[in-house]
């Protein structure tokens, strides 16, 4: 079954540090988003993804995210200047078609822990 | 408002029993539901889903509810088996919304012992 991959599993970085989450979408995918979990907490949307730019995001993707499909492959989550709230797990999710009704599939995410 | 909070809800069930695990909504507008089960170290995996004309839906073991007037959603796992031991999260998608933003709940933990 197709998957979507996520690297790394963990990554542990300084508060001010720039971190670059990736994420590899199932192939014939065009959808692509970013959800985090902040541990004990729901899963919230992040960002949405298609025809090379973002199509929605959420108050939580301030300036400080960016997303960008380099080739392709891969989407990636760039975090500038991280910060101690933004420990979290961060999930990757491509979907084939837009529009209600549809779900996606997740990755098994990143586990970002700043220190 | 949003419920936040280290601690799950747990429901902790007998291998074979049933289990039932329930959802409440806010938003008149959701459309379009999914029941989300995470196993620990996991991505959110697709279960089951139901859209809003239809009050009920079976799967393979498991049955998903929905009750528009009280905005409840339910699910119901037959025969719980060990390997049903997860977090299970409903995830409801808004009427207008042209991308798939999901909103997922709280979620609840499932325990089954053998």
């Known amino acids: 079954e197709p998957e979507v991959t996520q690297t790394p599993s963990h990554q542990v970085t300084q508060m001010g540090q720039e971190v670059i989450l990736r994420c590899v979408p199932i192939s014939n995918h065009l959808y692509f988003y970013w959800y985090r979990q902040i541990l004990g907490q729901k899963v919230e949307f992040l960002v949405s993804?298609?025809?090379?730019?973002?199509?929605?995001k959420s108050e939580i993707f301030d300036d400080q995210f960016s997303v960008e499909r380099p080739d392709g492959s891969n989407f990636t989550l760039k975090i500038r200047s991280t910060k101690l709230e933004d420990s979290a797990m961060y999930f990757c999710?491509?979907?084939?078609?837009?529009?209600?009704?549809?779900?996606?599939?997740f990755g098994s995410g990143t586990r970002l822990t700043v220190v | 408002g949003e419920s936040v909070g280290l601690h799950l809800p747990t429901l902790s069930v007998q291998e074979g029993d049933n289990s039932i695990i329930n959802c409440a909504y806010s938003?008149?507008?959701?459309?379009?539901f999914i029941w989300y089960k995470q196993e620990s170290g996991k991505g959110p995996q697709f279960i089951i889903d139901i859209r809003s004309n239809m009050d009920k839906r079976q799967g393979q073991r498991v049955t998903v509810l929905l009750n528009k007037t009280v905005k409840h959603l339910s699910l119901q796992i037959a025969a719980t088996q060990p390997g049903d031991s997860a977090v299970y999260f409903c995830?409801?998608?808004?009427?207008?919304?042209?991308?798939?933003?999901?909103?997922f709940g709280s979620g609840t933990k499932l325990n089954v012992k053998p």
């Open positions: 993804f298609y025809n090379n730019e973002i199509s929605e």
């Open positions: 999710a491509s979907s084939d078609r837009a529009g209600a009704n549809y779900g996606y599939t």
């Open positions: 995830a409801e998608n808004r009427n207008g919304d042209n991308f798939n933003k999901f909103y």
């Open positions: 938003n008149s507008a959701s459309d379009y």
